[in-house]
C-alpha cells in the first residue's frame, strides 16, 4: 500500500517549522540534499502533491512521499539527517587522475 500525501495542511507545519525549513533553504552553505528535503516538504505545505513536487524537483514521487512520512514520523531533524555515504567509484585510476 502506498503513502498518500494528502493531508489537512492546518496540521502539517506550525509558523516555526515553516521558518526553519525556509531559512534552511536560503542558506547558501546548506547541504544540497537537505536543502531538497526541505523545498519538498515546503511544496508539499504550499499544497502541491507528490508527483507534482516529484516532476519539478526531477525527483521520484516515492522518494517525496518517504521523506513526508519521515517528516511526520519523526519530525525535522530526522528528515535533515543525510546519512548517505555513496558507493565506491566505478572509474579506473587513470581516469580519476586525468
Known amino acids: 500500500m502506498r503513502f498518500r ?6 496540521e ?17 552553505r546548506e547541504d544540497h540534499g537537505v536543502a ?4 519538498a516538504l ?3 505545505d504550499d499544497g502541491m502533491s507528490c508527483s507534482q ?4 524537483l526531477f525527483l521520484d514521487d ?3 512521499r518517504s521523506w513526508h512520512k519521515q517528516y511526520l514520523a519523526e519530525d525535522w531533524e530526522a528528515v535533515a539527517y543525510d546519512g ?3 558507493g565506491q567509484s566505478r572509474m579506473t585510476t587513470a581516469l580519476q587522475v586525468g
Do not use: H, M
Not at 5 to 10: E, G, H
Not at 12 to 28: G, I
Open 12 to 28: 502539517f507545519f506550525t509558523t516555526a517549522d515553516r521558518l526553519e525549513l525556509l531559512s534552511c533553504v536560503k542558506r547558501q
Open 42 to 44: 515546503l511544496l508539499l
Open 5 to 10: 500525501c494528502f493531508y489537512d495542511p492546518s
Open 62 to 64: 516515492d522518494t517525496v
Open 84 to 86: 548517505w555515504k555513496g
Open 36 to 39: 531538497r528535503r526541505a523545498n
Open 53 to 56: 513536487i516529484a516532476k519539478v
